[in-house]
């Protein structure tokens, strides 16, 4: 069920679904928010209350990337050799620099997400990032191998993070932005 709210001077619509879970959570992707409530719990409103100031600070985020992306553009020219290549230098190098090691690499078509990283030691990367800057790519591999240090988004994850990229808030400014254009490259060629 989509239902109407309005925060601060945004208007807001969100998606109401029921599921068999046991607490509620909240989703942003992009432009969607989804609020995943247990059957029989019918508090939304007050859920959406309760997180106005957290949903109000996405969705700005989100309004002020699309902005940028329209004057942003996809690499449409780097081929996938180069890609898998690219990617594969900077494993190699990065993980020399985290002192980790990697079972195996995976590229992969993700709709959700740039990267990830199992407890196995397996890497995913989204094949979609080859339409993005190396220095982007560089950047999404030094994350999923550092995860290989510290596994969750702690405070000590984003200490290793900056201790290489001390601008690490631009970057993921930058990659929601890329992401917005990915998604529309998708849509378009669905
Ligand atoms: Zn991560």
Known sequence: MLKKTKINDIE???EVIHRNVKYARLEIK?????????FNYNKDEEIIKNH???IYKKLSRI???Q??????ELNLLRTNKEFRAMVLLFIDELSKELKVNINKVYFKRMKTRWGSCSSKKNININIYLMHLPSYLIEYVVYHELAHLVEMGHNKKFWNIISNKYPNYKNMEDELLIYWLLVRKLIDNNA
Not at 30 to 38: A, K, S
Request: hydrophobic share 40%.
């Open 12 to 14: 807001v619509e969100y």
């Open 30 to 38: 992009t432009d969607i928010i989804r609020l995943i409530m247990p």
């Open 52 to 54: 106005e100031k957290w």
């Open 63 to 65: 309004r002020a990337s």
């Open 67 to 72: 902005k940028e992306a329209d004057n942003k």
